[in-house]
């Protein structure tokens, strides 16, 4: 492995996911929505630069982002810049030229070019442009040309990422990414900011190119991430997620998705104190012949749907009125301690947080070398006593369905369940003395089961992945028809892309009164009082 240092005044301490940047004073607010592409990715990675190590630039990419800077950032100095579409870049140069070392050419006819300008970028602390952009601001602010990337005449990606690993040693040794080439904004900043390698191959390519040295996007990907150490963690996104998870799994580096993740510069850098846990609301029994069922909302793992898509499920008025179990990152408390604040105190006593998959970033625990659990175990513990968390969602995958080959993906397989028993215990037993009450796992099951491990501890494999309102009913009602156990209990995994508060609403009105609904934490309770 690379000895390769990280950015001066990064917080890295206390076996941190991702570091702390130090805590912004004041902020100059630019608004990115209407600029251009090419613009929006110049102002992007230029931001960056600024921000390292203190924050200074907020970027509007989104309306999520207006929400978040007036509902917690409202305390904090700011100046709400004025400046729309491409005049950005100008002003944010007469501001800001003495942290700009010069320009990164990209060639806008070849998108990957930008990943591997985003990472000289960072090393050389320049912005990226195009051959365009550059005789202009060439001429305006004297920036020189620190490299480019329009004269490389690439063939393809394969060719130009095994160009990149040349760059690797004078990148950050605790962070790798991938990023779609065609993101301008999201994550691309903090890439900059903390001078992370970053990628975008396809998993799924096993066939060697001749004109490559024999080498597939799949062989260059696993050389990439096997210059890193375990519990490296990575960023972004893949092109096929159970191949992508599987590569990073089998090299003990855990995901955080984050490739539409914005501003992590600033909200890694706001500290923010979460309220005391509350009392779990508690269900009574309702008689042996009771059918339970309770309602998880799937992706908490996934950092940037914590911070936009999670926001506008959490804002569905029907929030509140039946119960719902969460799933949230363990990891928000270390990106946006701020965000994590926000959700753990504007929820009802009908909102139930879930560790999501699978504790300290995601990982397919059958592929995860053994030797290495010991150490993710320890940070997903850590990171559930943070955030005052007791329920874990697990996904897993074996060999065949994370093997990204057609068909053979499709095979068999667990419905991305934990089924080994002894990776169960090492979960339980690693995670018991954290606080842990129970473990929820699978995704697209259409019969549930259940175990209480070490008599205590329930592991529950879940019942769908449920898209819609008629498809959750199905899923509850077969399965009640199908085991005539009871009292019997059905925890339903929701989609949230799909699915939120009111159409959880729905499914429980079109159940009726035959089924009681409770939280998934109440659902565990019950199920271990009536095996014990």
Request: aromatic share 8%; with cysteine.
């Amino acid at each position: 492995m690379a000895n390769r240092t990280e950015v001066g005044g990064l917080d890295w301490s206390g076996n941190r996911l991702l570091p702390a940047f130090q805590t912004p004073e004041h902020l100059d607010v630019y608004d990115i929505r209407s600029a251009s592409h090419e613009v929006q990715l110049s102002v992007t990675t230029m931001a960056g630069l600024i921000n390292r190590p203190k924050p200074q630039v907020y970027l509007l990419s989104g309306d999520d982002d207006d929400f978040w800077l007036t509902e917690l950032l409202a305390s904090l100095p700011k100046d709400i810049h004025p400046d729309s579409g491409d005049s950005l870049l100008q002003s944010l140069l007469n501001s800001y030229r003495g942290s700009i070392q010069g320009i990164v050419i990209y060639d806008p006819t070849f998108t990957d070019s930008i990943n591997i300008a985003t990472i000289l970028a960072g090393q050389r602390e320049g912005f990226l442009v195009t051959p365009g952009q550059a005789q202009g601001l060439q001429a305006m602010f004297q920036l020189p040309v620190l490299a480019d990337l329009s004269t490389q005449h690439w063939s393809n990606r394969l060719q130009a990422y095994r160009w990149a690993q040349q760059l690797l040693n004078n990148c950050s040794g605790r962070l790798v990414a991938g990023l779609n080439p065609e993101t301008a904004t999201g994550l691309r900043s903090f890439l900059v900011a903390t001078r992370t390698f970053v990628y975008y191959l396809d998993s799924r390519d096993f066939l060697p190119d001749l004109a490559n040295n024999f080498k597939s996007e799949r062989c260059v990907m696993r050389e990439i991430l096997n210059t890193f150490s375990a519990g490296t963690v990575h960023l972004g996104w893949f092109i096929d997620e159970p191949s992508g998870v599987g590569l990073t799994s089998k090299a003990a580096i855990p995901v955080l998705a984050t490739d539409l993740a914005t501003n992590l510069e600033v909200w890694t850098g706001i500290q923010a104190s979460l309220p005391s846990k509350s009392s779990p609301v508690q269900s009574s029994p309702g008689g042996s012949s009771q059918v339970y069922v309770s309602f998880t909302i799937s992706d908490g793992d996934n950092l940037q749907y914590n911070q936009h898509h999670l926001l506008r499920l959490w804002r569905d008025p029907a929030r509140g009125s039946v119960p719902i179990g969460w799933t949230i990152s363990p990891a928000l408390i270390q990106a946006a301690p701020a965000l994590a604040a926000y959700y753990m105190r504007t929820a009802t006593p009908d909102d139930e947080f879930i560790a999501g998959p699978s504790g300290a970033g995601y990982m397919f625990p059958s592929r995860w070398p053994a030797e290495h659990l010991p150490d993710f175990l320890q940070r997903t513990g850590e990171l559930l006593k943070a955030m005052n968390l007791s329920l874990l969602e697990v996904l897993d995958s074996g060999l065949l369905q994370s093997s990204g080959i057609p068909l053979i993906s499709l095979i068999g397989g667990s419905r991305m369940a934990l089924t080994d028993q002894a990776l169960q215990e090492r979960f339980v037993q690693a995670l018991s003395p954290f606080g842990l009450d129970g473990i929820f796992s699978g995704a697209g099951s259409s019969t549930p089961g259940w175990s209480l491990l070490n008599n205590t501890v329930p592991v529950y494999q879940n019942l769908g992945l449920a898209g819609s309102v008629s498809g959750a009913i199905e899923l509850i009602k077969n399965a009640a028809s199908a085991n005539q156990q009871r009292p019997l209990f059905l925890n339903v995994y929701l989609l949230a892309w799909n699915m939120g508060p009111s159409d959880v609403k729905q499914v429980v009105q079109q159940l009726g009164s035959d089924y009681q609904v409770v939280t998934p934490g109440a659902l565990l309770a019950l199920l271990a009082q009536a095996k014990s």
